[in-house]
């Protein structure tokens, strides 16, 4: 008998959706599984060396890819996760060792072999002292070349869990790495996990990630989202035949906890689940307990928790383990490399399309209130509408439209602090350039040198003082004659 387990939704990325069918493992409409081939990066300045390792890499069926600079390197590790990198030791913006050792730092599983056209016997001992693979020199045999990666790929962690649970996860920034460290330590047991953080952060790829780093990775993963519908829907997809006993003549459907069973469910947006079915969520929980739950919210469960609406142990039932995403805003670092990665998502068949330096720092710097999700509706945004290869700066800021701000740069913040300190200054002196040079703990010449830099005059401060003076007058005479 075929499973009647409704399909779940699988997000590829943010905004692409794709229905999943709910395959039985083991059974004869099971997917095949797909053999991925091991991913080797090469790093290399010059053009005709990296055509060339690409040719012997490519035929001998590894999945290759080229870039020219040690920061690109970096920056593309971090997106495709490669299991080896053959790197050069004379790069421009970077040596090679310097490369290996910043490589090994990151991620010290990551296998790194040195190729040179001018080796030392002191160089290859530094570099296997820094943890290379192998160093080889060039002309690199065919043989010799082959042989070394085959035994790197071998010694590699080239596995599910370990590689390619966190693939779709993009991100360079510390607090990712910490989050994703928490994630990793949480897919190694079944306890509930509860994914806080704001709209568009990514808590369900982060989600889909644990259970994809899990032992029940083979297992179904079902979602359900506890916004946008009533509350009968609700208690149907979650239960399968509604709780109350009602039956409308439809054909009854297996509800989501038990379609679940032995794989993992997501509540997403939990603290809008209706108070009875928070109730009967719990006790049901408690009958199925082969299901992993994690749940996610943007909303203070605390806070609705004292408003009364919603349980108390419910609460601490899913907060066994916590885990908040940082917003866009707290890593924008992520920035250049979310935006890479989603103009690989966003191209047609046609020419990828690319923004320019100042475009990128623009959106580097643009907040984001939408997070993630906003960033990637507007890069597809702009795939769509720009009819050149290059997006500018001037299109980008057009497609923000008037109401985007912009973080300050250090010294556009600098420069604001120091005309509002100098205003402060001068109006509480009220325009005495000594005392406020005293006050400020410069000489006054050096303080005169500061206000005709920002355009200040002492005198237009004097009248202030005045005004206030004559005020305080006011109020004293007042005080000593009410009436």
Same mark, same amino acid.
Do not use: M, W
């Given at each position: 008998m075929k499973d009647k387990s409704p399909p779940s939704t699988m997000s590829l990325g943010f905004g692409i959706t794709q229905k999943l069918k709910a395959y039985k493992p083991g059974s004869e409409d099971s997917p095949p599984e797909v053999e991925r081939k091991a991913r080797i990066m090469v790093v290399d300045n010059d053009p005709e060396s990296r055509r060339f390792m690409n040719a012997r890499l490519?035929?001998?069926?590894?999945?290759?890819?080229?870039?020219?600079?040690?920061?690109?390197?970096?920056?593309?590790?971090?997106?495709?996760?490669?299991?080896?990198?053959?790197?050069d030791l004379h790069l421009e913006d970077m040596g090679g060792l310097a490369l290996l050792k910043e490589l090994k730092s990151r991620w010290p599983s990551l296998i790194v072999i040195i190729v040179t056209a001018h080796g030392t016997i002191a160089q290859a001992v530094e570099a296997t002292q820094s943890g290379a693979f192998g160093f080889l020199v060039k002309p690199v045999e065919k043989a010799e070349l082959l042989g070394q990666v085959e035994r790197a790929v071998a010694e590699s962690t080239f596995t599910l869990v370990e590689s390619d649970w966190r693939s779709q996860i993009v991100s360079r920034s510390q607090l990712m790495e910490d989050r994703l460290e928490l994630a990793n330590r949480a897919a190694c047991s079944d306890v509930p996990v509860l #994914?806080?953080? *704001?709209? /568009?952060?990514?808590?369900?790829? $982060?989600a889909r990630a644990i259970h994809a780093a899990s032992k029940r990775r083979d297992k179904l993963f079902v979602s359900v989202s506890c916004q946008n519908s009533t509350e009968e829907g609700l208690e149907t997809e979650l239960f399968g035949r509604r709780a109350d006993g009602f039956d409308d003549g439809a054909e009854s459907s297996?509800?989501?906890?038990?379609?679940?069973?032995?794989?993992?469910? #997501?509540?997403? *947006?939990? /603290?809008?689940?209706?108070?009875? $079915?928070?109730v009967e969520f719990m006790a049901a929980l408690n009958r199925n307990p082969g299901v992993r739950l994690i749940s996610t919210t943007s909303r203070d469960l605390k806070a609705l928790i004292e408003a009364g609406t919603f349980r108390q142990e419910l609460f601490y039932a899913i907060n066994i383990m916590p885990i908040e995403i940082p917003p866009l805003g707290r890593r924008r670092e992520d920035i250049p490399l979310l935006?890479?990665?989603?103009?690989?998502?966003?191209?047609?068949?046609g020419?990828?399309?690319?923004?320019?330096?100042?475009?990128?720092?623009?959106?580097?710097?643009t907040d984001w209130p939408g997070n993630v999700r906003q960033l990637f509706d507007l890069v597809k945004q702009n795939v769509a509408l720009s009819h050149g290869k290059v997006m500018t700066k001037e299109f980008v800021q057009k497609s923000l439209g008037k109401d985007s701000t912009s973080v300050p740069t250090y010294d556009e913040a600098r420069e604001e602090f120091a005309v509002a300190y100098l205003k402060t200054n001068l109006q509480t002196t009220a325009g005495n350039v000594m005392q406020s040079a005293r006050l400020a703990k410069r000489n006054r010449t050096d303080?005169?040198?500061?206000?005709?830099?920002?355009?200040?005059?002492?005198?237009?401060?004097?009248?202030n003082a005045g005004n206030r003076q004559d005020a305080r007058s006011g109020q004293k005479k007042q005080a000593a004659d009410p009436g």
């Open positions: 490519s035929t001998a069926n590894y999945s290759v890819e080229l870039v020219e600079s040690a920061h690109a390197a970096l920056d593309a590790c971090v997106r495709s996760r490669p299991n080896l990198v053959v790197t #994914l806080t953080g *704001e709209n /568009g952060t990514g808590k369900e790829l $982060l297996t509800g989501a906890l038990e379609a679940a069973r032995g794989g993992t469910l #997501l509540l997403d *947006e939990i /603290g809008d689940l209706p108070l009875r $079915l928070q935006v890479s990665h989603f103009l690989e998502q966003a191209k047609d068949d020419d990828a399309k690319i923004y320019s330096p100042e475009a990128i720092e623009l959106l580097a710097t303080f005169y040198k500061l206000l005709a830099r920002y355009r200040l005059q002492p005198d237009d401060f004097k009248g």
